[in-house]
């Protein structure tokens, strides 16, 4: 994992075609891999199951 594969909340969602809110609720769950530092969710972009943007 690098530092470049760091994303927050917003930048996740967009990856995962999913609202913001969703994503806070999946990293509380456990579903999604992530870390809180402080009160934000950080998540490892290298990890994250990324929906193709074609199969819509």
Known sequence: M???DIIGV???AKLL???????KN???????PAKK?????VLDKSKL?????KNR
Do not use: F, H
């Open 2 to 4: 690098s530092l470049d």
């Open 10 to 12: 917003n930048d996740a």
């Open 17 to 23: 075609q999913l609202s913001p809110g969703t994503v």
């Open 26 to 32: 999946l990293c509380a769950e456990g579903r999604l």
């Open 37 to 41: 530092i402080g009160k934000t969710w």
């Open 49 to 53: 199951k990324i929906k193709d943007q």
